[in-house]
């Protein structure tokens, strides 16, 4: 295990207002919960409402104090979220809608082949995007589709999948899908079509199996910062039967985001923006059974983890089985691990998710499940 530093720890949070100047602040007080910030005539109290009246950013050098973190005009106020400091982007000024990407499963083109299987068709560009991923911070993204995280996409066991591929970025990129196939359509440099130079194009084509909750991402070495970029989305494969009817089914792919170009993250998120499901609860219904695709594919961090409060879920590994192995609170994945979780709530109210690390959290990596009464 590394050893703590409480100077890493400060650096770190000093990215969520950009200001350079924050390790000046002594550590005790950086590390004190921040309550209420100073009044400027547009305090946000609640979730989901812009802080409309807040004070304009700190220009680059300028001195900051950790009241001054949530201060940016278009971002939201998190003063008394948890005791922690931070703020989410507006979705339209983000490029990313975190709560658009949790239901938005792509399931392309179909067509009939003449076996009676089904086809399904993708096409998907490298694009080389910025995003404002925090008040302040411009992240320069690689991206499959121009979001982060790419096209969640969607087939049955047993389908053809072609996923015609077009890198229009600055850079060699591929994609490598978790999955059965052959060698050739595996997206990794040196087998078969390889690396995809800016300008080509190829097309991926296998069947869809096993079922389960998988992923895709960029194999281009050097691997980590191609991933780390924002070259990585979900791969859903529906058991040819089905699964159980869920009222309410999501993907929610967990990551990081490295802005200073060093060997860790400054910030961390569900669905690609820190903090927005702080401001917008994930909206479910009581009693109606909740089914969770989640996907860690967090690089520069060997851990990460799903904690909610106030309720247990069963857990399927890899969404390749259809009994679950645990009924529990809390799970872990390494990189590239998933699963799906499912969920019912009994009670309305508002009940806490986050990674169960305190610097995750601490750093973007935390929301809410808004339960509405049945």
């Known amino acids: 295990m590394p050893k703590f530093s409480i100077e890493k720890l400060l650096t770190r949070r000093s990215m969520l207002?950009?200001?350079?100047?924050?390790?000046?602040?002594?550590?005790?007080?950086?590390?004190?919960?921040?309550?209420?910030?100073?009044?400027?005539?547009?305090?946000?109290?609640?979730?989901?409402?812009?802080?409309?009246?807040?004070?304009?950013?700190?220009?680059?050098?300028?001195?900051?104090?950790?009241?001054?973190?949530?201060?940016?005009a278009t971002g939201m106020s998190h003063a008394g979220h948890a005791g922690f400091a931070g703020g989410s982007v507006m979705p339209d000024r983000a490029g990313i809608d975190p709560t658009a990407i949790l239901r938005d499963f792509d399931r392309g083109k179909t067509s009939t082949l003449p076996d009676g299987r089904t086809l399904r068709e993708?096409?998907?560009?490298?694009?080389?995007?910025?995003?404002?991923?925090?008040?302040?911070?411009?992240?320069?993204?690689?991206?499959?589709?121009?979001?982060?995280?790419?096209?969640?996409?969607?087939?049955?066991?047993?389908?053809?999948?072609?996923?015609?591929?077009?890198?229009?970025?600055?850079?060699?990129?591929?994609?490598?899908?978790?999955?059965?196939?052959?060698?050739?359509?595996?997206?990794?440099?040196?087998?078969?079509?390889?690396?995809?130079?800016?300008?080509?194009?190829?097309?991926y084509e296998f069947d869809a199996t096993p079922f389960g909750t998988h992923l895709y991402h960029c194999h281009q070495s050097p691997l980590a910062p191609h991933i780390a970029k924002g070259l990585?989305?979900?791969f859903i494969i529906e058991p040819k039967d089905g699964r159980p009817a869920a009222g309410d089914e999501m993907v929610m792919v967990m990551n990081g985001y490295n802005t200073d170009g060093?060997?860790?993250?400054?910030?961390?998120?569900?669905?690609?923006?820190?903090?927005h499901f702080m401001d917008f609860p994930v909206q479910v219904k009581q009693n109606e059974l909740v089914r969770i695709h989640l996907i860690n594919v967090l690089e520069y961090d060997p851990i990460n983890s799903f904690h909610v409060h106030g309720n247990f879920f069963h857990y399927y590994p890899t969404g390749t089985m259809l009994t679950p192995s645990e009924f529990t609170d809390t799970i872990s994945q390494v990189q590239g691990q998933r699963g799906i979780v499912e969920i019912r709530f009994p009670y309305?109210?508002?009940?806490?998710?986050?990674?169960?690390?305190?610097?995750?959290?601490?750093?973007?990596?935390?929301?809410?499940?808004e339960v509405n009464p049945a």
């Open 17 to 72: 207002s950009g200001a350079a100047a924050l390790a000046a602040v002594p550590a005790f007080s950086a590390l004190t919960p921040v309550g209420a910030r100073a009044s400027d005539g547009g305090q946000h109290a609640g979730h989901g409402t812009p802080n409309q009246g807040a004070a304009a950013p700190a220009s680059t050098g300028e001195q900051v104090t950790a009241k001054a973190l949530t201060a940016d």
């Open 122 to 203: 993708w096409d998907i560009i490298a694009v080389d995007k910025d995003f404002e991923i925090a008040p302040g911070v411009t992240f320069p993204g690689w991206s499959y589709n121009g979001r982060i995280p790419g096209p969640t996409l969607w087939a049955r066991e047993g389908d053809l999948l072609r996923i015609h591929f077009t890198n229009a970025g600055a850079h060699p990129h591929t994609m490598h899908f978790h999955g059965v196939h052959r060698a050739e359509m595996d997206g990794t440099p040196g087998i078969g079509a390889g690396s995809i130079s800016p300008g080509q194009s190829f097309t």
């Open 232 to 234: 990585y989305g979900g």
């Open 262 to 275: 060093g060997d860790d993250n400054e910030f961390y998120s569900v669905n690609g923006l820190p903090f």
């Open 348 to 369: 309305p109210g508002k009940y806490m998710f986050h990674a169960h690390k305190t610097e995750f959290a601490e750093l973007g990596w935390m929301g809410f499940f």
